[in-house]
């Protein structure tokens, strides 16, 4: 056997190189992955959009150009007048009224601060973004309307939605009114 080896050597290494190549071919060469992307013309228009926001110059760093003088203006008489009239300062435009943001009606019942993550879908982030706009106890959210809970839910960025998805204002009402039975039958374990 090792004679017929030793002669027909290099038979064996050609049917080994052409075991590998089928091998190569099967496992990896007829693989092919395509990857298609659905183009949103929605999505393109925003990111142009943005593009353009990003590529503009700022509106800060435009300065409007300096005018230029030749002759002094106090040496004609009539312009004299006009750089003390534009010298004295000018009355203060009236400040805008701006709205003030309405706050979330607390009722007199409220407790100082309910722990608001017993209500199912609000976490740590929530309870903290809902403290920051002044909730703190269950009977707050209890009497939302739903402009209330529009005007709130503004202001939860990527956890919009939630609200209304999770129905806070009823799970609210009954851990508000220690109602922990008939909270477990709705929603499940508190």
Do not use: C, H
Request: proline residues 10%; hydrophobic residues 45%.
């Amino acid at each position: 056997m090792t004679v017929l080896l030793q002669e027909n050597w290099w038979l064996l290494v050609i049917a080994l190189l052409i075991g590998v190549l089928v091998a190569w071919w099967v496992l990896v060469a007829s693989r092919k992955t395509t990857v298609e992307r659905e183009e949103k013309p929605e999505e393109d228009a925003a990111a142009k959009r943005n593009q353009a926001l990003i590529d503009a110059p700022p509106v800060a760093a435009t300065t409007p150009p300096e005018p230029e003088v030749s002759t002094p203006l106090t040496a004609v008489p009539e312009a004299a007048k006009l750089v003390e009239e534009e010298a004295a300062p000018a009355p203060a435009p009236a400040p805008v009224p701006t709205p003030a943001p309405t706050p979330a009606p607390a009722p007199a019942t409220a407790s100082a601060a309910d722990d608001l993550s017993r209500i199912k879908g609000v976490g740590p982030k929530l309870v903290t973004m809902l403290r920051e706009q002044g909730i703190t106890s269950f009977a707050q959210i209890a009497v939302w309307d739903d402009a209330t809970i529009d005007r709130i839910d503004a202001g939860l960025g990527r956890f919009q939605g939630r609200i209304r998805r999770d129905n806070w204002t009823e799970q609210a009402k009954l851990l508000a009114a220690d109602d922990i039975a008939g909270y477990e039958g709705r929603f499940g374990k508190v």
